[in-house]
């Protein structure tokens, strides 16, 4: 199973990350003196790890009846998802979030860190509803599985949470310590049990 699991990981992270760059475009402009300062001074601020900026483009968005913005979209999945107590809401509650992030987008190092950490975690739960419903069609024992899929559906509660806070909340809040953003101090051991358990 952990050999499985290993492989599986290895996958979702390579598929992510081919996922995750894109080409950009650029518009030629005359260079000046301060265009060169200023561009130095925008490239310096996205390359530090903790600042973050919305490059979000929500356009085909609507649903919820909420405002089309990273901030109302992560604060409503933080309300709603935290409500969820059915085993069977999980996986498909952490789709939806997995398929709209198409819509809302951030540069920054550690934030992208945290939001590759949500995908990751939907994606496990996935393999994990898929092999119970085998398993469950085989009368196999699925009790270890189905705890798998609670600690990965609570991971993924307590990250939709803290990215609210960063979000929302300029990082001011009560926290489960699950961001990089924020220097959490459960990062580690969440990110042990997605890629290396």
Request: some cysteine.
């Amino acid at each position: 199973m952990k050999l499985i699991k290993l492989a599986f990981t290895g996958l979702l992270v390579s598929g992510l990350l081919t996922e995750c760059t894109k080409e950009e475009t650029k518009v030629e402009q005359p260079k000046t003196d301060e265009t060169k300062v200023e561009q130095v001074k925008k490239e310096a601020e996205v390359n530090e790890p903790k600042n973050w900026k919305d490059v979000s483009t929500p356009e085909g968005f609507n649903s919820y009846g909420i405002e089309p913005t990273l901030e109302a979209w992560i604060a409503y999945h933080a309300e709603d998802i935290a409500k969820t107590t059915d085993v069977k809401e999980y996986y498909p509650k952490a789709e939806r979030i997995r398929n709209e992030m198409k819509y809302f987008r951030i540069q920054g190092e550690d934030l992208q860190k945290d939001f590759q950490n949500l995908q990751v975690l939907q994606l496990y739960m996935a393999n994990l509803v898929f092999s119970i419903s085998g398993a469950e069609e085989q009368g196999i024992e699925t009790a270890e599985t189905y705890n798998e899929l609670e600690k990965s559906f609570s991971y993924f509660t307590e990250l939709v949470h803290d990215l609210d806070i960063v979000i929302n909340h300029d990082g001011k809040g009560e926290t489960f310590g699950v961001t990089h953003q924020l220097n959490g101090k459960k990062v580690k051991e969440m990110e042990t049990f997605i890629y290396i358990n």
